[in-house]
């Protein structure tokens, strides 16, 4: 196992996690990576570590490049274990280096790791040289943790953004050009709308500090280094912070006797009447980050749930849950579902997505069965109160 090289004496040691299926609740069909990074100057940094059953890939790619005990710094850009996980491991090997952190970072990690004493906490801005790098430290606060930080090395015009820019994808690539680019960006949509969502306004703070920056490479601590497409993934991030949607709806529900499916389906009926794309999410067979990233960028989001128990079907009530998590904005909601005879379930979604400050269409539901009239009348009440919203473009 060996070190890459992404530019003139900077490495990625990091490790691949090809079998990776489950990040806390988000799905990783594709695996992930933990990229851990080597700078080697007059004094050598290592860039955030890897979980910690990768601790022995990392190690040996470092050695490819160095002697380990010759690390000066470990710059750790985040406090959460798939970064830290590796900590002491390397310590053990380079007992004389100091942990370079946020003052958060600081609090967390020695919340964490008992055992490590040596920090040098670094403010907003500050600047630390290697020897013929200067690396700046850039607070992310809440990106996604109060911790996160960014390094730029402005020799090199290389920001290490840490979670920010990641996607989940395990590969033997190493550089965004190298790597089909749908499945990129597909990934990075997937990573902000379930990881950064709730947190726009923190990501528009970090944009607005990295603008003056000169950046030709970002290399995330999850997925492919951007040697290209930057300002194609910053445009996206720009977009996702500010809830900035698209003429396209997302139709999520779950069914018991497919009543509630039938609806679904005349709901999507009527988008596709209106010329507005949608896609349907069957709680059954869709999982819920799947969903997330679907709404990312749609403006309409209708949720459909039977009645169960006087409530909201499970799936679509821990969806909902899921959702109202990650605070998606600006969007136009719509509840709809059929029951047999409380009929609770349709009033509690709706009320969700007013909490959520969505533009609510009045809902719509259906005892037991809908019929052809039933579904008419759906089409049309919907159909209306689309056409009220529906960008005139
Ligand atoms: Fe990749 Fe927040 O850890």
Same mark, same amino acid.
């Given at each position: 196992?060996?070190?890459?090289?992404?530019?003139?004496?900077?490495?990625?040691?990091?490790?691949?996690?090809?079998?990776?299926?489950? *990040?806390?609740?988000?799905?990783?069909?594709?695996?992930?990576?933990?990229?851990?990074?080597?700078?080697?100057?007059?004094?050598?940094?290592?860039?955030?570590?890897?979980? /910690?059953?990768?601790?022995?890939?990392?190690?040996?790619?470092?050695?490819?490049?160095?002697?380990?005990?010759?690390?000066?710094?470990?710059?750790?850009?985040?406090?959460?274990?798939?970064?830290?996980?590796?900590?002491?491991?390397?310590? =053990?090997?380079?007992?004389?280096?100091?942990?370079?952190?946020?003052? *958060?970072?600081?609090?967390?990690?020695?919340?964490?790791?008992?055992?490590?004493?040596?920090?040098?906490?670094?403010?907003?801005?500050?600047?630390?040289?290697?020897?013929?790098?200067?690396?700046?430290?850039?607070?992310?606060?809440?990106? /996604?943790?109060?911790?996160?930080?960014?390094?730029?090395?402005?020799?090199?015009?290389?920001?290490?953004?840490?979670?920010?820019?990641?996607?989940?994808?395990?590969?033997?690539?190493?550089?965004?050009?190298?790597?089909?680019?749908?499945?990129?960006?597909?990934?990075?949509?997937?990573?902000?709308?379930?990881?950064?969502?709730?947190?726009?306004?923190?990501?528009?703070?970090?944009?607005?500090?990295?603008?003056?920056?000169?950046?030709?490479?970002?290399?995330?601590?999850?997925?492919?280094?951007?040697?290209?497409?930057?300002?194609?993934?910053?445009?996206?991030?720009?977009?996702?912070?500010?809830?900035?949607?698209?003429?396209?709806?997302?139709?999520?529900?779950?069914?018991?006797?497919?009543?509630?499916?039938?609806?679904?389906?005349?709901? @999507?009926?009527?988008?596709?009447?209106?010329?507005?794309?949608?896609?349907?999410?069957?709680?059954?067979?869709?999982?819920? @980050?799947?969903?997330?990233?679907?709404?990312?960028?749609?403006?309409?989001?209708?949720?459909?749930?039977?009645?169960?128990?006087?409530?909201?079907?499970? =799936?679509?009530?821990?969806?909902?849950?899921?959702?109202?998590?990650?605070?998606?904005?600006?969007?136009?909601? *719509?509840?709809?579902?059929?029951?047999?005879?409380?009929?609770?379930?349709?009033?509690?979604?709706?009320?969700?997505?007013?909490?959520?400050?969505?533009?609510?269409?009045?809902?719509?539901?259906?005892q037991y069965i809908p019929f052809e009239d039933t579904l008419d009348k759906l089409k049309k009440n919907l159909a209306d109160e689309i056409l009220k919203r529906k960008d005139s473009k």
């Open positions: 196992m060996k070190a890459f090289k992404i530019k003139e004496n900077i490495y990625w040691v990091g490790g691949i996690d090809w079998d990776l299926r489950d *990040f806390h609740g988000y799905t990783t069909e594709r695996g992930s990576t933990y990229n851990s990074y080597l700078i080697v100057d007059k004094k050598v940094a290592l860039v955030d570590t890897v979980k /910690h059953y990768l601790s022995d890939d990392m190690v040996e790619r470092i050695k490819s490049v160095i002697d380990p005990s010759k690390i000066d710094y470990i710059i750790a850009q985040h406090v959460e274990m798939d970064h830290s996980g590796s900590l002491e491991k390397i310590i =053990s090997l380079a007992p004389n280096a100091t942990i370079v952190t946020s003052p *958060f970072g600081e609090k967390g990690l020695r919340q964490h790791f008992p055992s490590i004493k040596s920090y040098k906490v670094v403010k907003n801005l500050e600047t630390l040289s290697t020897g013929k790098y200067t690396l700046t430290f850039i607070l992310e606060n809440m990106v /996604h943790w109060p911790d996160n930080m960014g390094t730029y090395i402005q020799e090199e015009n290389l920001l290490f953004s840490q979670d920010a820019f990641g996607q989940h994808i395990a590969s033997y690539q190493r550089f965004a050009s190298e790597y089909p680019e749908g499945i990129l960006f597909e990934e990075a949509k997937k990573y902000y709308a379930n990881i950064v969502l709730p947190y726009g306004n923190q990501v528009k703070k970090v944009l607005e500090q990295a603008k003056p920056l000169k950046i030709e490479m970002i290399a995330p601590s999850h997925g492919l280094i951007f040697d290209r497409y930057i300002d194609k993934i910053c445009e996206l991030y720009e977009k996702w912070a500010n809830n900035r949607t698209d003429e396209k709806a997302v139709i999520i529900y779950d069914t018991m006797w497919d009543s509630t499916k039938k609806l679904a389906h005349a709901v @999507s009926e009527v988008f596709e009447s209106l010329d507005i794309p949608y896609e349907l999410c069957n709680l059954k067979v869709t999982n819920f @980050s799947n969903c997330i990233t679907r709404l990312i960028d749609a403006k309409y989001i209708a949720i459909g749930s039977p009645t169960l128990n006087s409530s909201i079907y499970p =799936s679509v009530a821990g969806f909902l849950n899921y959702m109202s998590g990650l605070c998606p904005k600006n969007r136009v909601g *719509f509840a709809f579902g059929s029951y047999g005879w409380g009929g609770q379930s349709i009033p509690k979604v709706e009320e969700i997505l007013k909490q959520l400050n969505f533009d609510v269409i009045p809902s719509f539901s259906c």
